[in-house]
């Protein structure tokens, strides 16, 4: 009956020895740096160096995240105009010119002449044209691994524009008189696309969880399944079992050493009574 006291006192120290350990979370980052345009490409994910450099067990994975993030840049693939608004009054002005009239000469060599004003108008019309160049591909990048896929898919429309060209001259015609209005174009460029960053947080599931565990060694896919984008890293965190494999730390044997010694003497001394 005391020796199955004493297991008892020992299972229960070194179970609560066991309940102080915490599940430690371990974390790698990898720069991935390619382009995925329409295709596929798959990667492994090592942690096993990592884990060993803490002492932990890749058998000891409780459950764990893979974060893959990317770029989606511009690729404008339409082009079109230039779509011009209508003219509008740039510049207006007036003038007045004198034009000579019958002229009167002397026998002696001078002459008279008579001026007369003539008034006139200049107007400039101008109208603005912007060439249109748009990416309008929804860029989606997919992430597989184990049993679980996850997308994320870019939704920012952004534009911007460059400054307006000089003018062009289109043509010049008379209103009558002296009054005249000349036209001329100008043009910019216009650009239009769905881009930014991409990010997918895909938990780890029981397959991809068992291929882990196996040999630290996680593999994952990553696609363009639409357009075209940029993968810059992915981070995997980890929860892992601290106990896993861990040899149990010293005081913590002598513990259980103290707790058998004093067992054993109690008995000896009811024994002895």
Not at 3 to 32: F, M, N, R, Y
Not at 100 to 113: A, E, H, L, P, V
Request: proline share 2%; glycine share 12%.
């Amino acid at each position: 009956m005391a020796i199955l006291k004493l297991s008892a006192t020992a299972l229960a120290i070194g179970s609560a020895i066991a309940a102080q350990a915490s599940p430690v979370l371990v974390s790698e980052t990898v720069s991935l740096g390619q382009v995925l345009n329409g295709n596929s490409s798959n990667f492994q994910f090592d942690l096993s160096a990592a884990l060993a450099s803490r002492g932990l067990s890749a058998g000891g994975a409780l459950s764990g995240s893979l974060v893959v993030y990317g770029v989606s840049d511009a690729s404008y693939n339409s082009v079109s105009g230039p779509v011009f608004g209508n003219y509008q009054s740039a510049n207006y002005s007036t003038f007045i010119a004198y034009y000579s009239g019958s002229c009167y000469y002397s026998w002696w060599g001078g002459s008279s002449c008579y001026y007369y004003p003539v008034y006139g108008s200049q107007t400039d019309m101008l109208r603005s044209g912007d060439v249109m160049h748009q990416d309008t591909v929804a860029d989606t990048m997919a992430v597989h691994t184990g049993g679980s896929q996850a997308n994320d898919t870019v939704d920012q429309w952004i534009s911007s524009a460059t400054g307006y060209g000089g003018w062009n001259y289109e043509g010049q015609y008379n209103n009558g008189g002296y009054n005249y209005t000349t036209y001329y174009d100008r043009q910019r460029d216009v650009y239009q696309a769905l881009q930014g960053s991409l990010e997918v947080d895909l938990g780890l599931d029981a397959l991809a969880l068992g291929d882990l565990k196996s040999d630290g060694v996680l593999n994952f896919d990553v696609a363009a399944s639409v357009g075209q984008f940029r993968l810059l890293s992915a981070t995997l965190n980890v929860q892992v079992d601290d106990a896993a494999g861990r040899l149990p730390e010293p005081g913590s044997l002598a513990l259980v050493a103290t707790a058998v010694l004093t067992g054993a003497s109690f008995t000896r001394r009811r024994r002895k009574s």
